[in-house]
């Protein structure tokens, strides 16, 4: 049976900084992981990068159409690059006019306020509108630190809306690897820095103020490999020739006692979501790191690894806020904070107190896991949804796709049982009636009352139907008739030309029903073929595309048998689902007006439920399904 033998799927779009980027890396990979590992569903993640795409019409409505769910982050998003092009002046480049369009539930997930400390660019006017209407409108929105949250209020976002949650990055397990050289007689140092932006991680002059700082920062490494037996290791974030520069550097002051990861390990990069957790790997072996780039620090924090940031950053100063480790901080915004005698100080600081130091850190991290482990929570909430018991066996059904039409988004389920397809919720009731009386019309673009050019649109089906009739049963001038659902009358005025003296349609529509009354003098009867009350009993009863628009199969099929002479004939045109694993890809198939969507499986059992038994069946020339019927006799 469909989807019996295994767990549902949820499709989780995922827009991030999917730049080839370590960091970037672990966090994709770690929200991932994290979300995979503790769902009862299959996830299927869709890649965005939010650098490189923008969020159009066309992919807002694909998102809202196949997806379960949006992912926003993490990362430090909050920040403006001029080349982007960004329409929101931050990562997410989406109009401002267009965020309400996002029909399924969007999480912004942790956060981050990245610019630099020295970065002279400005938002452009419409961020902060931006980031307040994000704000308001997402399910969930996060942020990875608290100065992150305090940014977003000083730009008018509500506060009571924004939850601090850690970086995903702390979280990601790390896969054993072996580092060449390593040894474990050592004093292990990671060392990392942030070669992109240089200028503006340095107060002017930037280039003098960083390479007295890359001095400095190699006089505490020496003073390490002579005083505490330590190596070095230098841990690269993107690989290549992007830190060739600082490699080149430290290795002019230190020589061989610095190794680097990507010379030693070539095979880790570039980096990759699929190596992410050999690089965490890498972190978890060194007993001190000194970090520039912020997922050295949160990978180290992670990794129960010490660890020093290094540089001017506001979000390593963050994240050790709000562990309350703020004294560790290798600043550089003057000169005095990063000699290398405050540098020693304050590594050997840690060194000595590393007992205390890791009682306070495993307190912070507990914090950390559970508020993690909460907002995965719910935001596994969101994708589970209690739908409508099947109406035709009363089992559970799942999710199958989501109503494709019109930009009206609705999900649509199938039964596990009987692989009856179904809108959820149904269209019924008062729903119903303001669907068939006031919009049904508008969304079809049909004229509010029938026309010449109405009726030649849809001469041909009704030529086809009248065809049908003819092939399956008598079809003569004394033949009574009842057209359930006869919208225009097309198919009864060809009817009318037959010479069928006794017709009648059914017909909600009221302007549809007066014209069909007035203009081709054929008796209607306004309303619901559920609510029918007529005492008569017909020789052929039609139903041309009406039960996928009706909830209530069982009453409204009660009536049609109540209706049928035992001698006479039903017949029922409905469009079909060919291969129940393959929904159609169409935009006309899943719709707000259809309550059901059939296979010949559910058909059948719908009709046999209903007391009929289907005698023939066919595909029509416009791709249909119809079959004619008889009712099945009582013993």
């Excluded at 169409?586 to 259809?594: G, L, M, S």
């Amino acid at each position: 049976m469909f989807a019996s033998r295994q767990r549902q799927r949820k499709v989780i779009y995922h827009a991030g900084a999917w730049q080839g980027n370590f960091g970037d890396s672990i966090i994709h990979k770690s929200i991932h992981n994290s979300l995979s590992e503790s769902s009862k569903y299959r996830m299927k993640f869709r890649n965005i990068n939010c650098q490189q795409t923008e969020f159009t019409k066309d992919l807002i409505e694909e998102i809202n159409r196949e997806g379960d769910l949006l992912i926003i982050g993490g990362g430090g998003l909050i920040f403006y690059r001029p080349q982007d092009n960004s329409k929101s002046g931050w990562q997410w480049n989406i109009d401002i006019n267009l965020i309400d369009t996002i029909k399924v539930p969007f999480v912004v997930y942790a956060i981050g306020y990245n610019q630099f400390e020295y970065d002279s660019s400005n938002f452009i006017p419409v961020t902060n509108g931006h980031l307040q209407k994000t704000v308001k409108l997402a399910t969930l929105f996060s942020v990875r630190d608290t100065g992150t949250k305090r940014e977003l209020i000083a730009r008018g976002c509500d506060g009571n809306k924004i939850e601090v949650i850690p970086d995903s990055g702390m979280f990601l397990p790390a896969d054993n690897i072996k580092v060449p050289g390593l040894r474990h007689d050592k004093l292990k140092v990671g060392l990392n820095w942030t070669s992109d932006r240089e200028n503006q991680a340095f107060p002017e002059p930037w280039a003098e103020n960083r390479d007295r700082f890359v001095k400095n920062l190699a006089e505490l490494c020496r003073h390490l490999i002579n005083e505490r037996n330590a190596q070095i290791f230098y841990i690269g974030h993107m690989g290549g020739d992007f830190d060739k520069r600082i490699i080149d550097s430290l290795r002019e002051l230190l020589g061989d006692n610095l190794i680097a990861i990507e010379e030693v390990l070539p095979s880790l990069f570039p980096s990759d979501y699929n190596r992410a957790q050999k690089l965490v790997g890498v972190y978890r072996q060194m007993d001190v790191v000194l970090g520039m780039r912020g997922h050295a620090n949160i990978v180290s924090f992670g990794q129960h690894v010490p660890f020093i940031p290094l540089g001017s950053h506001r979000k390593n100063r963050y994240l050790l806020e709000d562990i309350r480790e703020d004294r560790y901080y290798i600043d550089v915004r003057t000169p005095e904070l990063g000699t290398k005698e405050r540098m020693v100080s304050l590594v050997e600081q840690l060194l000595n107190e590393r007992n205390s130091y890791m009682e306070r850190h495993e307190k912070a991290y507990a914090v950390m896991r559970e508020r993690f482990d909460s907002f995965n929570r719910k935001t596994l909430s969101l994708l589970d949804k209690r739908y409508e018991r099947c109406p035709l066996c009363g089992r559970d059904s799942i999710f199958y796709t989501r109503t494709n039409r019109y930009g009206i988004y609705r999900d649509v389920v199938i039964c596990r049982n009987c692989e009856l397809i179904y809108l959820s919720p149904p269209v019924k009731d008062g729903e119903h009636n303001e669907l068939y009386n006031k919009t049904y019309r508008k969304l079809y673009e049909c004229p509010p009352v029938p026309d010449q050019a109405f009726h030649r649109e849809r001469e041909p089906a009704s030529l086809y139907r009248v065809a049908y009739i003819k092939k399956n049963a008598s079809l003569g001038k004394e033949t009574s008739l009842l057209d359930v659902g006869c919208g225009g009358g097309t198919f009864l005025m060809h009817l009318k030309k037959e010479g069928i003296r006794e017709m009648v349609g059914v017909e909600i529509d009221p302007n549809y029903a007066a014209y069909i009354e007035k203009e081709l003098r054929i008796n209607v009867i306004k309303g619901r073929l559920e609510d029918l009350d007529l005492n008569k009993a017909f020789d052929i009863i039609t139903a041309w595309h009406t039960l996928e628009h009706i909830w209530d199969l069982n009453k409204a099929l009660s009536v049609v048998r109540r209706l049928l002479k035992d001698t006479g004939r039903l017949f029922v045109e409905v469009p079909l689902i060919f291969d129940v694993n393959k929904p159609p890809k169409d935009k006309v198939t899943f719709q707000i007006a259809h309550n059901y969507y059939f296979t010949r499986k559910s058909l059948n059992t719908v009709l046999r439920m209903a007391g009929f038994k289907v005698l023939a069946s066919e595909v029509t020339p416009m791709n249909f399904f119809v079959v004619c019927c008889r009712k099945i006799q009582a013993r």
